[in-house]
C-alpha cells in the first residue's frame, strides 16, 4: 500500500499529472475555453464533484476534486456572441498530501456563420493562477522509506520547497453546427499549459508538458420523447494518452425535465454507467468508474454534477440557434 501512495505521489510531483473527468461533457470550461458562454440561457454556474480510489490511503480519499466553474453569455445584433467566466480547480492527492489549485478567468467569442446563422466557430483563452501544495510534514519520501532511490529521484524531503505557484494559460477553438430541428453536432480542440511553466518540486526544471484535448460530440432527436448523445474525448500529454467515448440516451417528459442513461468506456481503464436528469434549467448527473484495468481493488471513483443554466431577466421564448453542447 505504501508503494502504491509513494508511486501515486511521484507521478504528481515529477509528471504534474492533469485531473480527468468522467464526466468531460459537464465540464465545459475545464474541457475547453471555447466553450465559455455557450449557453442558450443567460448564465451557468457548474459544480463538478470526483472521488477516486477511496480508502486506499488510511481510508481518506486518495484522488478527489471539487471543481466550480460561472460563465455567461454577451449578445451581439450579428447573433455573435462573447462569454466570459470563471474556472477553479481543487485538486487533492495521496490523501491530501499534495494539493493543486487554479483559478483561471476565461474568455471565448462564438462566431456566428452561414444565412440563418446557426453554425458557430468559436475560440477562447484561460488564464490565471495555479498553485501546488505539499504537505511535507505527512509524506515519506525515498530518504525515509525502504524504496530504491530511483523511485524519487534522490528528492528528500528537506530539498523540497512545499509551495510552488505561477501564471498557467490555455487556448482551444471549438466548431458547432445546428442542421436541423433533429441534428446537432460540435467538435473542438485545447491545449493546456500552453506556456509550458515551471511547477517542480525538485531542484531541477520540470515544465508542465502540454495537453492537447480533441473532442466530438451530438445530438441526434430520433422522436419527440427520445434522443441519442454520443460523445468522444482524447486527451495526450507526454508519452500518456487517455481516450474516453460511449453514448447517453435523453427522454424528455416535459419541456423542462428529463432523464438521461447513458455508458462510457475509458479505453484500457475503466466502464462508467451515467445518470442524469433536468429539472427546470437544473441538471444533476452521477456515473460511477467500474475499473476494467489492474487496478481493480482501488475501488473506482464517483462522480456527481449539478448544473444550473438560468435567466435572470426575461428574453422572447424562441426556438435557439445556438447549439449548446450538454449531454
Not at 149 to 156: C, R
Not at 274 to 279: P, R, S, T
Request: charged share 15%; proline share 4%; with cysteine.
Amino acid at each position: 500500500m505504501l508503494l502504491l501512495v509513494a508511486g501515486a505521489l511521484q507521478v504528481e510531483i515529477l509528471c504534474a499529472q492533469d485531473t480527468h473527468y468522467s464526466q468531460y461533457f459537464n465540464v465545459p470550461l475545464s474541457l475547453n475555453p471555447a466553450l465559455t458562454g455557450k449557453i442558450d440561457g443567460t448564465f451557468r454556474v457548474t459544480f463538478n464533484y470526483r472521488n477516486q480510489w477511496l480508502g486506499i490511503t488510511s481510508g481518506k480519499s486518495t484522488f478527489s476534486t471539487p471543481t466550480f466553474s460561472a460563465d455567461f453569455p454577451i449578445r451581439f445584433k450579428s447573433k455573435d456572441i462573447l462569454g466570459i467566466g470563471v474556472n477553479m480547480i481543487n485538486d487533492r492527492s495521496a490523501g491530501g498530501r499534495l494539493t493543486n489549485f487554479s483559478g483561471m478567468l476565461s474568455l471565448a467569442y462564438h462566431k456566428s456563420l452561414g444565412n440563418s446563422r446557426d453554425h458557430y466557430l468559436s475560440w477562447g483563452v484561460q488564464g490565471g493562477f495555479l498553485q501546488k501544495r505539499l504537505d511535507l510534514a505527512n509524506i515519506r519520501l525515498a530518504d525515509q522509506i525502504f524504496l530504491q532511490d530511483e523511485m524519487l529521484n534522490g528528492i528528500s524531503a528537506d530539498q523540497l520547497p512545499g509551495n510552488v505557484s505561477g501564471f498557467d494559460l490555455q487556448a482551444g477553438f471549438d466548431w458547432s453546427s445546428k442542421f436541423s430541428e433533429k441534428v446537432s453536432m460540435n467538435a473542438g480542440y485545447a491545449a493546456f499549459h500552453v506556456l509550458q511553466p515551471d511547477f517542480s518540486f525538485s531542484q531541477e526544471t520540470n515544465k508542465l508538458p502540454i495537453r492537447h484535448t480533441a473532442h466530438f460530440g451530438a445530438d441526434f432527436r430520433l422522436a419527440q420523447k427520445f434522443k441519442l448523445l454520443p460523445s468522444f474525448v482524447y486527451m495526450t500529454r507526454a508519452k500518456a494518452q487517455e481516450i474516453t467515448t460511449g453514448l447517453s440516451a435523453g427522454i424528455p417528459f416535459t419541456d423542462e425535465v428529463a432523464l438521461y442513461l447513458g455508458g462510457y468506456y475509458r479505453l484500457n481503464d475503466a466502464v462508467i454507467p451515467y445518470f442524469g436528469m433536468d429539472i427546470k434549467g437544473l441538471r444533476l448527473a452521477v456515473s460511477y468508474d467500474l475499473t476494467a484495468s489492474d487496478l481493480q481493488r482501488t475501488g473506482g471513483g464517483l462522480e456527481i454534477s449539478l448544473i444550473y443554466t438560468g435567466r435572470y431577466i426575461p428574453v422572447p421564448d424562441v426556438t435557439p440557434s445556438l447549439y449548446c453542447p450538454r449531454f
